[in-house]
Nanobody, 120 residues
């Protein structure tokens, strides 16, 4: 599966962005999708995940109530709506496909990343 992330950019603190991830290739199957992010000098961290089928999502504590992950299975798309952005949200954001239907498991495919920069 190939993943293409888009939608990043520069935004002021308090603003919003919507990231998109388009999946192509052998997209059939039941698997979770997620967004990760990585800031300079920091390890990549899980941001949000969504399972296939059941409306089950998970978020890291720092984005709960501000970010919303969603999935359009028919279009093979995953979105990350980011509201009330903070400077500490600045990072390269990656979408990823899990091997199974759990966002806490292994990830096998990664997109190229999209830069999100939040100015104070």
């Amino acid at each position: 599966v190939q993943l293409q992330a888009s939608g990043g950019g520069l935004v002021q603190a308090g603003g919003s962005l919507r990231l998109s991830c388009a999946a192509s290739g052998r997209t059939s199957g039941n698997y979770a999708m997620a967004w990760f992010r990585q800031s300079p000098g920091k390890e990549r961290e899980f941001v949000a995940g969504v399972r296939w089928g059941a409306p089950s999502t998970g978020y890291t504590d720092s984005v709960k109530g501000r970010f919303t992950i969603s999935r359009d299975a028919a279009r093979n798309m995953v979105y990350l709506q980011m509201n009330s952005l903070k400077p500490e949200d600045t990072a390269v954001y990656y979408c990823a496909r899990a091997r199974g239907n759990s966002w806490s498991g292994e990830y096998v495919d990664w997109g190229q990343g999209t830069q999100v920069t939040v100015s104070s």
